[in-house]
T-cell receptor, first 116, second 114 residues
Framework: AQSVTQLGSHVSVSEGALVLLRCNYSSSVPPYLFWYVQYPNQGLQLLLKYTSAATLVKGINGFEAEFKKSETSFHLTKPSAHMSDAAEYFCAVSRYEGGGSYIPTFGRGTSLIVHP | DTEVTQTPKHLVMGMTNKKSLKCEQHMGHRAMYWYKQKAKKPPELMFVYSYEKLSINESVPSRFSPECPNSSLLNLHLHALQPEDSALYLC?????????????FGDGTRLSIL
């Protein structure tokens, strides 16, 4: 079954430093992958998605992710962290169940902490 | 701006009460979803509606009853809930239920069961 694993429940960076949030997927076929961000007391917001077009995907707020089939990874990066990036980040996959059924499945989440 | 609107934002109810959560979107999306999210956890899928038909029920207890009156509205009827049902309930929509479509989420209803 398709799933995603997020390594590290918390990532702490200094303002201006590189942000790297890790996501690995398990799938026998190229999956549909997404990164979402959730700020306190809000719903999830799409950052970017991979749907088998370009392997380097650019998203909102300066985030990007690279799909690496050889590593089954879809890590999220941002060159320079801002205080406003502090939030919970979820990697997600559309798990195919057959018969045209896709089940959205989320990783456990990574809390990004940004220090001044 | 949130394009998926959920009401109420907060709800406190007793275990014998009946209440409903409401979700509305005007983006012309044909797939709508209900999720349950506990603190510090990822969203857990409860139901999927596609073209106003219930397509997925992830073994949700019958005390949760979804309803899709039209393509813009999604309700979740609650009855005889348990304290462990206290959580954030998120509604989402997507253009189609085809797996490659991103979901648009509302800000949720925070539900507390006394």
């Amino acid at each position: 079954a398709q799933s995603v694993t997020q390594l590290g429940s918390h990532v702490s960076v200094s303002e201006g430093a590189l942000v790297l949030l890790r996501c690995n997927y398990s799938s026998s076929v190229p999956p549909y992958l997404f990164w979402y961000v959730q700020y306190p007391n809000q719903g999830l917001q799409l950052l970017l998605k991979y749907t088998s077009a370009a392997t380097l995907v650019k998203g909102i707020n300066g985030f990007e992710a690279e799909f690496k089939k050889s590593e089954t990874s879809f890590h999220l990066t941002k060159p320079s962290a801002h205080m406003s990036d502090a939030a919970e980040y979820f990697c997600a996959v559309s798990r195919y169940e057959g018969g045209g059924s896709y089940i959205p499945t989320f990783g456990r989440g990574t809390s990004l902490i940004v220090h001044p | 701006d949130t394009e998926v609107t959920q009401t109420p934002k907060h709800l406190v109810m007793g275990m014998t009460n009946k209440k409903s959560l409401k979700c509305e979107q005007h983006m012309g999306h044909r797939a709508m979803y209900w999720y349950k999210q506990k603190a510090k956890k990822p969203p857990e899928l409860m139901f999927v509606y596609s073209y106003e038909k219930l397509s997925i029920n992830e073994s949700v207890p019958s005390r949760f009853s979804p309803e899709c009156p039209n393509s813009s509205l999604l309700n979740l009827h609650l009855h005889a809930l348990q304290p462990e049902d206290s959580a954030l309930y998120l509604c989402a929509s997507s253009q189609e239920w085809t797996g490659n479509q991103p979901q648009h989420f509302g800000d949720g209803t925070r539900l507390s069961i006394l």
